[in-house]
Nanobody, 122 residues
Framework: QVQLVESGGGLVQAGGSLRLSCAASGGTFSSYAMGWFRQAPGKEREFVAVISSSGGSTYYTSSVRGRFTISRSNAKNTVYLQMNSLKPEDTAVYYC???????????????WGQGTPVTVSS
């Protein structure tokens, strides 16, 4: 069983940056693809970014491409999401997830963190 704990969320002004972290325990972190999802108030959870188990492949939803960077350290059992040029529409609870598939859908992931809130003020 893998446990995921996110951190790094907070309040930031538009144009600012935040780095989210997701620490994993209880499993073989290096065998899982890791994704970030977000859920804004009143909206469905949506895919943000994914990184392969080795870190060699990444993919982003179009609205964050060029602004967000996903990375991982298998030595530290941690995945990161560097968010730059933040916009008010990035406001959401951000969740990390782990799974066997390099996927963009919720169903591709088995393990989920509890989420960390990000608020971007205009």
């Amino acid at each position: 069983q893998v446990q995921l704990v996110e951190s790094g969320g907070g309040l930031v002004q538009a144009g600012g940056s935040l780095r989210l972290s997701c620490a994993a325990s209880g499993g073989t972190f290096s065998s899982y693809a890791m994704g970030w999802f977000r859920q804004a108030p009143g909206k469905e959870r949506e895919f943000v970014a994914v990184i392969s188990s080795s870190g060699g492949s990444t993919y982003y939803t179009s609205s964050v491409r060029g602004r967000f960077t996903i990375s991982r350290s298998n030595a530290k059992n941690t995945v990161y999401l560097q968010m730059n040029s933040l916009k008010p529409e990035d406001t959401a609870v951000y969740y990390c997830a782990g799974g066997r598939l390099f996927g963009t859908t919720i169903g591709a992931y088995t393990y989920w963190g509890q989420g960390t809130p990000v608020t971007v003020s205009s």
